[in-house]
């Protein structure tokens, strides 16, 4: 059954294929990227390919651009948009520390805000949330990251059980490390801040810990899952994807019971 889905940060990555393949499948996608460039650029490309897609400039920070949302009929909302911030949590500063609470979870939870409003009129509707492996998992020096993304995860399941007397779905979808170039900014932006003469994070073991995004897995499979999800009326509250990563979120979970200090 054909729906109407509306992505945020549809400009680069996950967001981007996924709402390309949406459009291929035959949905209506109103896809909005954080830029004029990105918006260019996307439009150029469904013109390319052939694919009937709506697509506008949504800065989820800007209270002028979220006035936008209102003007759309939608069946599914996804809060997809997004920024990653990696280094050590005892010292980053705390303007980066907030600035990416701004914008995955302060500014997500406003659109899903507009979003909810706006489905609860229509007595039916799903938010899916972009959550990530790091909503339940932890590793050295992307905590900025897996703090925002634990804060999603609460924000969803909470959301879940709010609005479900008035007929709307919540969910999330926790993708593992995908080559889409987003991990990889990310560790190259604590760069810019971090002087070892000044901190004491030891650079070698950040540096160590960054051989870890050679591993990273084809983002194609990511969004063949997310095309499968985003418009299916039942699923599993939270997907992960691969099998791998469910089973090393289960097991990270599982671990925390027997912690000590």
Excluded: C
Excluded at 45 to 54: A, S
Excluded at 70 to 84: P, S, T
Excluded at 128 to 141: D, E, H, K, N, Q
């Amino acid at each position: 059954m054909e729906k109407t889905i509306f992505i945020t940060g549809a400009g680069s990555g996950l967001g981007k294929g996924s709402a390309i393949g949406l459009a291929k499948k035959g949905h209506h996608v109103i896809a909005t990227t954080e830029t004029t460039s990105q918006k260019t650029a996307l439009m150029r490309e469904t013109r390319d390919l052939g694919i009937n897609m709506e697509v506008f400039k949504l800065d989820i920070t800007n209270p002028i651009d979220l006035r936008e949302i209102d003007k759309y009929d939608f069946d599914i909302f996804v809060a997809n948009a997004a920024i990653n911030e990696g280094g050590p949590l005892a010292e980053i500063p705390m303007e980066r520390f907030r600035a990416i609470f701004e914008v995955n979870v302060f500014a997500t939870l406003e659109t899903a805000q507009i979003a909810a409003r706006k489905l609860v009129n229509k007595g039916m509707g799903k938010i899916v949330f972009l959550s990530s492996m790091a909503g339940i998992m932890t590793t050295p020096y992307a905590g900025p990251y897996a703090a925002t993304k634990h804060a999603i995860e609460a924000m969803a399941l909470t959301l879940k059980d709010e609005l479900k007397e008035f007929g709307i779905q919540v969910a999330t979808i926790n993708p593992g490390s995908f080559d889409t170039g987003f991990n990889d900014r990310a560790v190259e932006e604590k760069w810019n801040w971090f002087n070892e003469e000044e901190h004491f994070t030891r650079k070698e073991d950040m540096k160590a810990m960054e051989e870890g995004l050679k591993n990273q897995m084809d983002p194609e499979d990511m969004i063949e899952k997310m095309i499968e999800i985003i418009p299916a009326e039942h699923h599993k509250f939270r997907t992960v994807y691969p099998e791998q990563t469910e089973k090393q979120m289960k097991e990270a979970e599982q671990k925390k019971w027997g912690m000590e200090v």
